[in-house]
């Protein structure tokens, strides 16, 4: 596992020159990897620009490890030529899948919770390391069914994959929160079957309630019980990088550091209390 | 059980509004949520690279055209930047008005030198160096972001008119060729002259200047051609469109 790096934010175009001009205390900050595998132009400029002042890690959209398809080795090496390039501090994407028979839904589809699926994402995670030569972290998505044929807790399945594979979690706590409201679920245990020791990095994010269930929009603030969830993320895994994603509704970036040192304070409040008990 | 191949299958089909049997392997049905989030995000996808054709055609006629064009061709892009690459195809295959096809191939094309690769560009200083007596074996490179296009409606002013909310132009017949490049990081994009149009294509295809004065006599006086011709070299290089001279 790397050190953490502290607080960041995801980067969004909006924020180029802000970022660049101002030079705002973030400690580090996450691109969406597909973004930037484009020939040259605007994203690439500012990406340079950034990298020269920011440590930055990798976030992919697609890599659908998951999936039963093949693993798209055309992609994978475009991956890894960004990631030669900026030289990330590490690279994560999602415990989900894609589409299938070459088709890309552009969403984050759950899997079923069954040992079929573990085998085979824990292959496909092996691959791509040793694509990449180094430890993946996988994430965590929001989801808002439910399959018959899962024969384990999402936790229990997230956890197996990443021992299995070993690789490193990437934990979304806006997203247990969201998949637990909607699978009437306590997230509390699910941070209890999370091995402290894999987590490398920790998402937080605001969503939208529906009543009846919640959907993961990345479109407004961090709500309070979120916040909470995300104090007993750092009692149980002490200092971890920690960002926010927004990713509608984008607001100024004053606005998101000032959301981001709600995280800090919190974070710091946690450890200390954990440094005295 | 389904095995997991099967399942991800059934789930697609599902997505892609084929028969599909999905429903009896979920507990709590959310299958809808999927659903329209699927066609949501692609139709905001591509109103983001459309936004002039989304203006004219109207948001509500943009995203029903757009969700047929959906259902036919799903994507198969890792990212979905490039998920509007047929759809001016798709629009000739249903016959949509020659406007509207020639607005969604020129928005198209902005997005293409958007993010097209980077190169150093030429400057006058490299050609005033080189000889006269040589210049008609000089050869060209273009910028990788250049695209041309063959207009036949006024579709760049119909545009410019768009972005100051001025939705009065009408489309109308003009036959020009226009190109879309990058400078400085920055889309631009013109309508050439038909002898510059003609320059142009003879660089790109690996004509020397010679050659290309020659063959501009065909719109220009055998005594000026040559003056002229240099005058549009300066006008491509000014344009950064140029990135390379060679003597060959
Ligand atoms: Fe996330």
Same mark, same amino acid.
């Given at each position: 596992?790397?050190?953490?790096? &502290?607080?960041?934010?995801?980067? /969004?175009?909006?924020?180029?020159?802000?970022?660049?001009? =101002?030079?705002?205390?973030?400690? %580090?900050?996450?691109?969406?990897?597909?973004?930037?595998?484009?020939? !040259? !132009?605007?994203?690439?400029?500012?990406?340079?620009?950034?990298?020269?002042?920011?440590?930055?890690?990798?976030?992919?959209?697609?890599?659908?490890l998951g999936s039963t398809d093949a693993l798209d080795w055309d992609h994978l090496k475009q991956v890894k030529a960004l990631a030669s390039r900026i030289e990330p501090a590490w690279i994560s994407d999602h415990l989900c899948w894609t589409g299938v028979n070459g088709i890309n839904l552009h969403d984050l589809l759950p899997l079923p919770y069954t040992h079929e699926a573990i085998n085979h994402v824990v292959a496909q995670i092996n691959q791509v390391q040793e694509f990449l030569g180094r430890q993946i972290l996988i994430e965590n998505v929001s989801s808002y069914v439910a399959y018959k044929q899962s024969e384990m807790t999402e936790w229990e399945f997230l956890s197996e994959i990443a021992k /299995?594979?070993?690789?490193?979690?990437?934990?979304?706590?806006n997203?247990?929160?969201?998949?637990?409201?909607?699978?009437?679920?306590?997230?509390?245990?699910?941070?209890? &079957?999370?091995? /402290?020791?894999?987590?490398?990095?920790?998402?937080?994010? !605001?969503?939208?309630?529906? &009543?009846?269930?919640?959907?993961?929009?990345?479109?407004?603030?961090?709500?309070?019980?979120? %916040?909470?969830?995300?104090? =007993?993320?750092?009692?149980?895994? !002490?200092?971890?990088?920690?960002?926010?994603? /927004?990713?509608?509704?984008?607001?100024?970036?004053n606005e998101l550091i000032n959301e981001l040192n709600h995280a800090r304070s919190i974070s710091d409040k946690m450890l200390k209390e954990k440094s005295v008990a | 059980m389904l095995d997991l191949r099967q399942l991800q299958i059934n789930f697609q089909d599902f997505l892609l509004e084929k028969k599909s049997v999905i429903e009896n392997e979920i507990v709590e049905n959310r299958l809808s949520i999927y659903h329209q989030a699927y066609y949501?995000?692609?139709?905001?996808?591509?109103?983001?690279?459309?936004?002039?054709?989304?203006?004219?055609?109207?948001?509500?006629?943009?995203?029903?055209?757009?969700?047929?064009?959906?259902?036919?061709?799903?994507?198969?892009?890792?990212?979905?930047?490039?998920?509007g690459k047929k759809l001016s195809e798709f629009m000739g295959e249903n016959?949509?008005?020659?406007?509207?096809?020639?607005? *969604?191939?020129?928005?198209w094309l902005l997005t293409e030198s958007?993010? *097209?690769?980077?190169?150093?560009?030429?400057?006058?200083?490299?050609?005033?160096?080189?000889?006269?007596?040589?210049?008609?074996?000089?050869?060209?490179?273009?910028?990788?972001?250049?695209?041309?296009?063959?207009?036949?409606?006024?579709?760049?002013?119909?545009?410019?008119?768009?972005?100051?909310e001025d939705f009065s132009l009408e489309s109308q017949r003009n036959i020009s060729t226009c190109i879309v490049w990058r400078s400085q990081y920055e889309v631009q994009f013109c309508a050439l002259t038909v002898d510059?149009?003609?320059?142009?294509?003879?660089?790109?295809?690996?004509?020397?200047?010679?050659?290309?004065? *020659?063959?501009?006599?065909?719109?220009i006086d055998v005594n000026e051609v040559a003056t002229h011709a240099a005058a549009n070299l300066k006008k491509f290089i000014s344009f950064d469109l140029l990135i390379r001279v060679d003597i060959k």
């Open positions: 596992m790397v050190d953490t790096l &502290g607080f960041g934010l995801g980067l /969004r175009a909006e924020h180029y020159n802000a970022i660049l001009e =101002e030079c705002p205390p973030l400690d %580090w900050l996450e691109i969406i990897t597909e973004n930037y595998l484009v020939p !040259g !132009g605007k994203p690439l400029y500012y990406l340079d620009k950034i990298r020269d002042r920011y440590p930055l890690v990798m976030h992919g959209v697609s890599l659908s /299995r594979a070993d690789c490193l979690i990437l934990l979304d706590v997203n247990i929160y969201v998949s637990s409201y909607n699978h009437k679920l306590n997230p509390y245990q699910y941070l209890d &079957g999370i091995d /402290r020791n894999r987590v490398q990095q920790i998402h937080l994010a !605001g969503h939208s309630n529906q &009543g009846d269930y919640i959907i993961d929009t990345h479109d407004s603030p961090v709500i309070q019980p979120v %916040w909470d969830l995300y104090a =007993e993320a750092i009692k149980r895994f !002490g200092a971890v990088s920690t960002m926010i994603e /927004r990713d509608a509704n984008i607001p100024d970036l | 949501l995000r692609l139709q905001e996808a591509l109103q983001q690279d459309f936004k002039v054709l989304t203006q004219m055609l109207g948001r509500d006629e943009f995203n029903q055209f757009t969700r047929n064009f959906i259902v036919k061709y799903p994507s198969h892009f890792r990212s979905i930047r490039w998920y016959s949509l008005p020659e406007y509207l096809i020639e607005m *969604a191939e020129f928005e958007f993010d *097209a690769a980077d190169s150093v560009t030429m400057t006058i200083e490299d050609i005033a160096l080189i000889p006269a007596q040589r210049w008609s074996e000089l050869t060209f490179a273009v910028h990788p972001s250049l695209r041309r296009m063959a207009c036949h409606w006024n579709t760049i002013p119909v545009w410019l008119s768009y972005q100051e510059e149009s003609y320059m142009l294509e003879m660089m790109i295809n690996g004509n020397n200047f010679g050659e290309i004065c *020659a063959a501009l006599c065909k719109y």
